[in-house]
């Protein structure tokens, strides 16, 4: 085994198969000093469960509790390890540095890797929280995930991105070329509305605080959020009108039965509805990429980019602990505001009709959603020596 080598990105389609373990520490660390920078969080949480962990907006949660409310953390994902030559994930780097960020700062946390679908990973998360904490005050489930196991039949569904109704063409960017043409997707059929709602939806995130709140593990007060996302019309037919926007109804259905069930606690359940960022699960997300391109050149030109760390900061800081949620007539917390002002939305629509092959790098940042997709991934992060060699057996030590 030779866990020493040099690490550089290889990528397939939307996704990139290699990650750099120094890199995903400096991305971390980079987060971390967003949140210090902007000092404490008045009324944050003590006691936090992440759901989804280890990467995008779980991984920035877990950063802005603990490093702007000084928190304890329990992180929940499934990410591998190194094995023989071959590095381990983004996520379990990130999850490694993460740990030891927090112990060098004298805080609490602890990973589980495993099946976070599965009632096993729920008694096991649940068994720690009463040994080490006592009661949570704080539940975020960020999962993403293209399959679920579901934990009591052992039926395997899996989630597909498609229109409802009938097949829907647009632009779409291939960010391997460059290129902007087309994209045509089939519309759903048989049960792919009801198989990407078993995975996407709301359930698994009503069962883990239903376990919670059997075992008394959920303290008083208690809020718990999950994400999601809107978008502008554009997008629409594949992801608000299309099967992932049901999975996405059936959360904010969830959302109102958990309100119910936590209201005896004085709890509360939010749907946060995120900015469109470059994130694992957006990059595949066909006509997502052009859109996120477009929205960036315009967003960073008026001063108002935010990638996913300043938008967990502000969803804590801000709405979650400010006492002033700003709930929309849906009863949704909306951290996606500056993204849809009307300003904003005016100008990336005036471009989406404009932009092409020709034009595109004039029109839109696509260095910028290039940066940001290979630094989900631990590259191209500024003081970090890409052409050594790196150790790629690192341990998550609460794993180890």
Not at 168 to 187: I, M
């Amino acid at each position: 085994m030779n866990a020493v080598m040099i690490v550089v990105p290889k990528i397939r389609g939307f996704i990139c198969t290699t990650a750099h373990p120094e890199g995903c520490a400096k991305h971390v660390a980079e987060q971390i000093a967003v949140v210090k920078k902007r000092g404490l969080i008045a009324g944050a949480p003590k006691k936090v469960l992440v759901i989804g962990s280890s990467t995008g907006y779980g991984l920035s949660s877990r950063i802005a509790a603990a490093f702007g409310g000084n928190a304890a953390t329990i992180g929940v994902f499934f990410e591998k390890p190194s094995e023989a030559d071959r590095c381990g994930t983004a996520g379990w780097y990130n999850s490694a540095a993460f740990e030891r960020e927090a112990s060098a700062a004298g805080l609490y946390a602890r990973s589980f890797n495993g099946d976070a679908f599965s009632s096993a990973m729920k008694a096991e998360v649940i068994a720690a929280i009463k040994a080490d904490l006592g009661q949570v005050d704080c539940v975020i489930y960020s999962l993403a995930s293209p399959r679920r196991t579901h934990p009591t039949t052992g039926e395997v569904f899996k989630s597909v991105l498609k229109p409802i109704g009938q097949s829907f063409t647009n632009k779409n960017l291939n960010t391997t070329t460059g290129v902007v043409d087309e994209v045509t997707l089939p519309a759903a059929e048989g049960d792919d509305i009801a198989q990407t709602v078993a995975v996407m939806g709301g359930e698994d995130w009503e069962f883990w605080i239903d376990d919670l709140l059997a075992a008394g593990v959920i303290a008083p007060g208690t809020q718990t959020v999950a994400y999601s996302y809107i978008g502008p019309e554009v997008t629409w037919p594949i992801y608000k009108n299309g099967t992932i926007g049901r999975a996405k109804e059936d959360l904010e259905r969830v959302q109102k039965a958990l309100d119910e069930k936590l209201a005896p606690l004085g709890g509360k359940a939010w749907v946060s509805v995120n900015k469109a960022l470059v994130t694992q699960a957006s990059s595949a997300i066909p006509v997502v990429p052009l859109y996120i391109s477009l929205l960036y050149k315009v967003m960073k030109a008026d001063g108002t980019h935010e990638d996913t760390i300043e938008q967990m900061d502000r969803l804590f800081r801000d709405r979650l602990y400010s006492g002033n949620p700003q709930p929309d007539e849906a009863g949704r917390i909306r951290i996606d505001d500056w993204e849809m002002n009307p300003s904003v939305q005016a100008l990336v629509g005036e471009r989406w009709q404009q932009v092409n092959t020709e034009n595109f790098l004039s029109m839109a940042d696509f260095a910028g959603y290039q940066s940001s997709f290979l630094r989900l991934f631990g590259f191209g992060l500024d003081g970090v020596d890409y052409e050594a060699d790196t150790n790629t057996a690192v341990s998550v030590p609460s794993l180890a």
